[in-house]
């Protein structure tokens, strides 16, 4: 029988044997966390992908994560950590759609949040993620841009760029969406002194009221570098228990006890441990021609971005 320990360091020591980088997105378990090379972001996961020298990547989190390390490590052999794990929003849109949009809208640029699949980004003309979408649509030199699929991060993007024209076309986070301008007020009323951070995810009334809008890693750094001591979390739930280790000095409340991504939670330890053994997880296989075209809409990303 293994504890949670000794399962944590037979993991570390077969992925070191069998050569595997372990990428971990934020909203992994905490013990998920701990035999990780790399936790972060979208963003940061990205930046990572391109970088990793062994020559297999596990990836604990979502598909559409694992597709973009694929695209961006295309000779590296790539496993989602449960086959099951996706993102609901990235099959709210598909390749006909844009086209149509396309249409429509001629002259605009399409600007796909990277929770998207890799087929569809091969339409569109570049990726933002929640950590870098403000600074790759500025540095971007089209003034028109439809913004797909997330509503309410386009929505708090577009705020912050007024210079930009940004029309948003409907779709987001079925999970984000779950907290409410009630959760906000409920929360202020129980933790008066606690500052909220949220993730632009939510819905825009959400996000009108927050001290800090950002990504899960902008999220945990405002924590951990603030001298404030109570915060309450309006994201995926496991961030409150992340900053929880990281400062158990400080409190950190959940906005809503609703905010649970089950496609995130799908993977566990037992996971990981099989993955690395070689028995478990889902080899990513995409075709030249969709990982070419899809890599300029994450190339674009990562040069504007930087
Ligand atoms: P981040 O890039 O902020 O980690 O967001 C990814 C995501 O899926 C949030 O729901
Ligand atoms: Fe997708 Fe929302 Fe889950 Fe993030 S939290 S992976 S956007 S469903």
Avoid at 60 to 86: D, N
Avoid at 174 to 194: G, N
Avoid at 277 to 285: A, P, T
Wanted: proline share 4%.
């Amino acid at each position: 029988m293994f504890t949670t320990a000794s399962l944590q360091d037979e993991i570390r020591k077969l992925k070191k044997e069998n050569d595997i980088c372990i990428l971990a997105h934020a909203y992994q378990s905490h013990d998920i966390w701990e035999v990780a090379d790399y936790v972060g972001d979208s963003y940061g996961l990205s930046l990572q992908a391109a970088k990793a020298s062994q020559k297999t990547v596990l990836m604990c989190g979502v598909r559409f994560m694992a597709e973009t390390v694929k695209i961006l490590s295309p000779e590296k052999k790539v496993l989602l950590s449960h086959p099951l794990a996706g993102c609901p929003m990235a099959d709210q849109m598909d390749v006909a759609l844009i086209r149509q949009l396309r249409e429509r809208y001629p002259g605009y640029a399409v600007a796909a949040y990277i929770n998207t699949t890799s087929e569809l980004k091969t339409v569109c003309d570049v990726c933002v993620t929640s950590s870098s979408a403000v600074q790759v649509l500025r540095n971007l030199e089209n003034k028109d841009i439809l913004f797909i699929p997330d509503c309410n991060l386009g929505a708090w993007v577009a705020k912050q760029l007024p210079e930009k024209n940004i029309k948003l076309v409907s779709g987001g986070c079925p999970t984000h969406v779950r907290m409410s301008l009630r959760d906000v007020e409920r929360a202020r009323s129980m933790y008066p002194q606690a500052k909220l951070l949220v993730h632009p995810e939510c819905l825009p009334e959400v996000t009108a009221q927050a001290d800090y809008v950002g990504s899960t890693t902008g999220i945990i750094d405002y924590a951990k570098n603030s001298s404030e001591k109570e915060f309450i979390i309006g994201t995926e739930n496991s961030i409150v228990q992340h900053l929880q280790f990281s400062c158990p000095e400080k409190r950190f409340y959940a906005l809503s006890k609703d905010c649970v991504c089950h496609n995130m939670k799908l993977t566990t330890l037992a996971d990981v441990y099989q993955c690395v053994r070689g028995v478990g997880g889902e080899e990513i296989v995409l075709s030249e021609e969709v990982m070419k075209k899809a890599r300029r809409c994450i190339d674009t990303m990562l040069a504007l971005g930087g």
